[in-house]
């Protein structure tokens, strides 16, 4: 069955640091990949999709992610974090059978000052 | 544009009561689809409604419910309710197109406790 493994479930970082926030899915026919951000007492917001193309893609608020067919990735970066991008992240693939969203457990990003 | 809403915000029941939920889509939406997100956990997809039928269905008991209405929106109907049934309860619309990818906008949720 398909499914997807956020790596780490809390990721503190240092204002204006890098980060990277890791996600790996299992193998499918056809791989739609999503990241998406939950801030405090809020609903999901895609930051950013892969559907075909270039490998690399571009989201909201400075985010990119990198979609690796070979290490069946799909890792989430932004060069420098600021206190707003405090939030849970949540890594989807969507699933063959259905066409349905198959998430990850979420991965809490801290931005210490 | 409201976007997606949600009511209530959060709701307090009592086991083996019945609750329901309510969800308005996105302007121009037609399909909605609930999700169950659990404490520390991604969202499990429940069913999607379109055209006043449910189309799709997750791995979900028949205790939990939908309709769709005229109007596009939703209602999430869970009875008997279970202590594991606590969670925040999303709904997302989008334009039905199931074979091709539509983005789902997500409503801010109702977090539901059950005592």
């Known amino acids: 069955a398909q499914s997807v493994t956020q790596l780490d479930s809390q990721v503190p970082v240092f204002e204006e640091a890098p980060v990277e926030l890791r996600c790996n899915y299992s193998s499918s026919v056809s791989v739609y990949l999503f990241w998406y951000v939950q801030y405090p007492n809020q609903g999901l917001q895609l930051l950013l999709k892969y559907l075909s193309g270039s490998t690399l893609v571009k989201g909201i608020n400075g985010f990119e992610a990198e979609f690796n067919k070979s290490q069946t990735s799909f890792h989430l970066r932004k060069p420098s974090v600021h206190i707003s991008d405090t939030a849970e992240y949540f890594c989807?693939?969507?699933?063959?059978?259905?066409?349905?969203?198959?998430w990850g457990a979420g991965t809490k990003l801290i931005i210490k000052p | 544009d409201a976007g997606v809403t949600q009511s209530p915000t959060h709701l307090i029941k009592t086991r083996g009561q019945q609750v329901t939920l309510r969800c308005s889509p996105k302007s121009g939406h037609d399909t909605v689809s609930w999700y169950q997100q659990a404490l520390g956990q991604g969202p499990q997809f429940i069913f999607q409604y379109y055209e006043e039928e449910e189309r799709q269905r997750g791995n979900f008991p028949d205790r939990f419910s939908g309709h769709q209405f005229p109007n596009y929106s939703s209602e999430l109907n869970v009875n008997a309710l279970l202590l594991g049934d606590s969670a925040l309860y999303l709904c997302?619309?989008?334009?039905?197109?199931?074979?091709?990818?539509?983005?789902?906008?997500f409503g801010p949720g109702t977090r539901l406790t059950v005592l």
């Open positions: 997302a619309s989008s334009l039905w197109a199931p074979a091709f990818y539509n983005e789902q906008f």
């Open positions: 989807a693939v969507r699933k063959d059978s259905n066409y349905q969203l198959i």
